[in-house]
């Protein structure tokens, strides 16, 4: 009679399950069919416009021109001044309406950096900043370039050379913009800035920082910054065939740490049990086998999937639309390739590991540094928790080395003005490509600008295919001249859109009707 009971139950409970089934299989069928696009398709921008800026043989020249300074920045404090003040001597040179305007004042910030504040008609309005930089990073394995590194050289439609990606096409695209603008007689009505750090690629110490305490002590505050920052992705998201514009509404932060273990040393014939090596050796295998949590769905990282979900392919449109069900599986698979895994967490790197100077001699210490990146929903401090909690050995000691806290998410999706007129801008001048907010695992001069607005965004307005992306800080930088049109283009647009009020835009299809 018992095994009639528990038979039962048992069968009972197979159909309970199997009504559950059917029932998160319906809730993912129709979530999938329902999922919300975020999408906009404003009007295009084309060649045929009458205030279209053509990347013409003049505009050509100055870009290529602006390449072959070498403003290299080799670390802190070590830059290379004279090329610096050549091409801001350049700058000033190339876009006299610029210069002669009423309506702008220039002023040179840090010796190097550039400031340049246009005035708009009404002074209620919030200004907003368009940043960029003008040094580059150091050239490796010259002799391998497909074109002489600092030549600007234009073959089979690229402009070759240091600065063509990171960041020179901002700078002069963002110039060339406002020097069309203003030689057309517009004037803007809301006030914008152009901010050109002279040291971006060594922390933006006395550049950037500078331009943000000149800021701060006239008290502005500022709608919004772009600066530089994630791509025009192709091919760059999986299950995505259509072109990903990224737009960066945070950045990692980091801790670097130094681990250091004194013991006895001694001669090799009489060791102790444990040496200074095998204890900090321990300690970091602690740390490799115990990584920071998993934050995939806490944070900017889940929306980069969400906002494009509807354009995706079957399998990952069912998965990215369900996130509420499937957000453990995707956590997983970011976790399983570095690329991703960046995304999903913080991040530990070893870096360094220092000891032992005689083969027959055990070493009284050993250093080793650690190289966190701080996902965006996690701290410096809650880093320092995890690690002592990880190590949990007082012999190991730990200093800081040097830290910066994740950056505030800017606001993002349809609820943030801001966000929208950047989408748009965006999908005007690449009118098939998609727009999501996506978070950077470096770091830009933004890092300085916190205090000036809440609205910080981090966008490069070019194409780049996953081949392209060695060519950052690598070997055959490049920008293709039909991208730099776009980047002027880019810039103009937004500065256009800029002048249109500044709110939120829920329904834009019904004004239509
Ligand atoms: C600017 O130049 C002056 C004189 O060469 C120098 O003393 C000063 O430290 C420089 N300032 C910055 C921020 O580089
Ligand atoms: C913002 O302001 C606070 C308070 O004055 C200051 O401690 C902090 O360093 C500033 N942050 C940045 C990024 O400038
Ligand atoms: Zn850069």
Redesign the pocket.
């Known amino acids: 009679m018992a095994t009639v009971g528990i038979q039962r139950t048992l069968f009972a409970a197979l159909k309970l399950l199997t009504v559950l089934l059917a029932l998160v299989l319906m809730i993912v069928v129709i979530t999938t069919l329902t999922f919300p696009s975020y999408q906009t398709s404003p009007p295009e921008c084309k060649t045929t416009d009458p205030d279209f800026i053509p990347a013409d043989e003049e505009r050509l020249a100055r870009f290529s021109s602006a390449i072959q300074f070498q403003t290299v920045s080799y670390e802190r404090g070590v830059g290379t001044p004279q090329e610096l003040l050549k091409f801001v001597r350049f700058i000033q040179d190339g876009f006299p309406t610029i210069h002669s305007s009423p309506l702008v004042r220039r002023e040179v910030v840090?010796?190097y950096s550039l400031l340049y504040r246009v005035e708009g008609s009404d002074g209620s309005l919030e200004p907003y900043m368009l940043a960029s930089h003008l040094d580059v990073v150091p050239i490796t394995q010259e002799t391998d370039w497909e074109a002489p590194p600092f030549s600007g050289q234009v073959r089979d439609g690229y402009i070759y050379g240091r600065g063509t990606l990171d960041d020179k096409h901002n700078v002069m695209g963002s110039l060339e913009a406002v020097e069309f603008l203003l030689s057309r007689g517009h004037e803007p009505k809301r006030t914008l800035y152009l901010a050109f750090g002279h040291d971006e690629e060594i922390g933006g110490h006395?550049g950037a920082k500078?331009i943000s305490d000149v800021l701060t002590q006239r008290g502005e505050k500022i709608a919004f910054i772009l600066d530089e920052g994630t791509p025009v992705g192709d091919g760059l998201m999986p299950g995505v065939d259509k072109l990903v514009a990224l737009v960066s509404v945070a950045e990692k932060g980091f801790l670097q740490l130094r681990l250091e273990v004194k013991e006895e040393g001694g001669h090799a014939s009489m060791p102790r049990s444990e040496s200074a090596i095998g204890i900090l050796s321990r300690a970091i295998s602690k740390l490799e086998d115990n990584p920071h949590p998993n934050l995939f769905g806490t944070g900017p990282e889940m929306r980069t999937l969400e906002y494009v979900a509807t354009e995706m392919t079957l399998p990952y449109r069912i998965l990215t639309a369900n996130l509420w069900l499937f957000s453990p599986l995707v956590a997983w698979v970011y976790a399983r390739k570095p690329q991703t895994n960046a995304f999903a967490r913080t991040t530990t790197a070893v870096t360094r590991f220092n000891a032992g100077v005689k083969d027959n001699v055990i070493s009284p210490e050993a250093v080793a540094v650690i190289d966190h990146r701080i996902h965006p929903m996690s701290s410096v401090e809650e880093v320092m928790e995890h690690d002592l909690k990880v190590i949990n050995d007082p012999r190991v000691k730990i200093n800081v080395i040097n830290s910066l806290e994740p950056a505030p998410t800017s606001p993002y999706g349809k609820d943030s003005p801001t966000y929208m007129l950047l989408q748009e801008t965006i999908q005007q001048i690449y009118p098939d490509a998609l727009v999501t907010p996506t978070f950077m695992i470096a770091n830009t001069d933004t890092r300085h600008y916190w205090n000036l607005s809440s609205a910080i965004y981090r966008f490069n307005p070019c194409v780049m295919t996953p081949s392209d992306l060695p060519r950052f800080h690598g070997l055959n930088e490049r920008i293709s001249v039909r991208d730099y049109e776009r980047v002027m283009n880019f810039y103009y647009h937004l500065i256009v859109n800029m002048d249109k009020p500044l709110e939120v835009k829920r329904h834009v299809h019904d004004e239509d009707l």
């Open positions: 840090g010796n006395f500078v």
